[in-house]
């Protein structure tokens, strides 16, 4: 479900200023940057965030303007991967790497610094193995209008999308508050001298 | 980076508590800027939460919830509106959405149309209903800009909306 069908759950931003001059050499350039890349080791725990086409999520290659920029509107995905254990079945593992340390050592007990060196191979073994979980959201930038649609209305989600943009584009991305829908009197009489809940004010 | 500036989260439940009304008191129908009218309904959802906490405490589904005993009763008991499912009709398009937040998510908004052809043309239609249930949305709270900050507020828009609360409006 995102822009092209089904419901949608989308935050609504303004971009602070237009896009620049060349923009159709400059963004591919942007985007490629700050495209998603797996990393070069397989055994990688950390969050993988970057640029993806969104037809897609394997094309991380923007050069091709025509995938992603539709008259007004540059619609792309962004991609995060996540690696993560299982927390029970590693402690397993890793108490049974320790008995076979103990018995093959003939020690009564396993040392601090032993326990975490086989802990960390482990997880490094397992990391290899593990498939990551793959998040990818669409955004649609209305170049014309200098709006901006990211499906997603999570917090975390939200303040990545905006860090990432930033980095990519140079252009801050603003919450499109409602108290710039009106004029400016209005908006300060709605905002000023903390006007009081509806609900607690009309109670017989 | 610039700091994002502050949303003011007693608006929302503001808006939505007069949304709900004005969706009763005219007849649903509301102008548009440059003339013409458009629908606005509440739809299918309603939930309420307490003043200091964002959890819904009570969420009423089903046929016309907004038109339930219940859902006054919260009203007057100082619940707030956490968020409605709201239904708007311009001309023969019609949306259905959740409104949520200080800067009025959209949550699982439906939009109007079957779209099969190529994803372009997709992409510009449901951009072009995307962009315009926003801006039905902001006609609405200019509206209720309008109210809340005008002079019949406190002597007139308040007290009918203390007797809608009440299920004294007739």
């Known amino acids: ?204 | 980076m610039t700091d994002i500036a502050p949303v003011l989260p007693h608006l929302t439940p503001e808006f939505l508590t007069w949304l709900w009304y004005a969706t009763e008191r005219d007849m649903g129908s509301f102008a548009l800027p440059e003339g013409g009218r458009f629908d606005a309904w509440v739809d299918d959802r309603l939930s309420f939460r307490t003043a200091d906490d964002d959890r819904p405490r009570a969420v009423l589904t089903g046929e016309n919830p907004s038109g339930s005993l219940e859902a006054r009763a919260a009203l007057a008991g100082g619940k707030l509106v956490r968020d409605l499912r709201l239904g708007l009709r311009r001309e023969e398009r019609e949306y259905s959405l959740v409104l949520r937040g200080g800067t009025l998510d959209l949550q699982g908004a439906k939009l109007p149309g079957m779209f099969k052809g190529h994803e372009e043309e997709a992409l510009f239609d449901r951009m072009f209903l995307l962009e315009e249930l926003r801006w039905l949305v902001r006609t609405l709270f200019q509206h209720f800009a309008a109210e809340r900050t005008g002079a019949a507020w406190e002597t007139d828009v308040l007290p009918r909306m203390q007797r809608w609360v009440a299920g004294e409006d007739g």
């Open chain 1, 1 to 204: 479900m995102g822009f092209l069908q089904g419901p949608l759950t989308a935050r609504c931003y303004r971009v602070e200023a237009d896009p620049p001059e060349g923009f159709r050499a400059v963004f591919p350039e942007a985007l490629n940057a700050h495209a998603f890349h797996e990393p070069m080791s397989k055994a990688w725990r950390e969050e993988v965030v970057g640029w993806v086409v969104t037809q897609n999520l394997l094309d991380t290659h923007f050069e091709r303007v025509e995938t992603w920029l539709f008259n007004q509107y540059a619609f792309f995905s962004l991609r995060v991967d996540k690696k993560a254990l299982p927390a029970k079945y590693l402690k397993a593992l890793l108490d049974k790497r320790i008995e076979a340390w103990c018995q093959e050592t003939q020690a009564k007990a396993c040392p601090r610094d032993v326990r975490a060196d086989l802990k960390d191979a482990l997880e490094i073994e397992l990391l290899a193995k593990t498939l990551p979980r793959v998040q990818v959201t669409e955004c649609v930038w209305n170049l014309a209008e200098r709006t901006v649609w990211f499906h997603s209305t999570s917090e975390k989600a939200n303040e990545r999308f905006r860090r990432i943009f930033h980095q990519t584009f140079g252009l801050v991305l603003l919450p499109d508050n409602p108290l710039e829908w009106v004029d400016e009197t209005q908006a300060e009489a709605l905002a000023g001298g903390g006007a009081p809940d509806l609900a607690v004010e009309v109670l017989p």
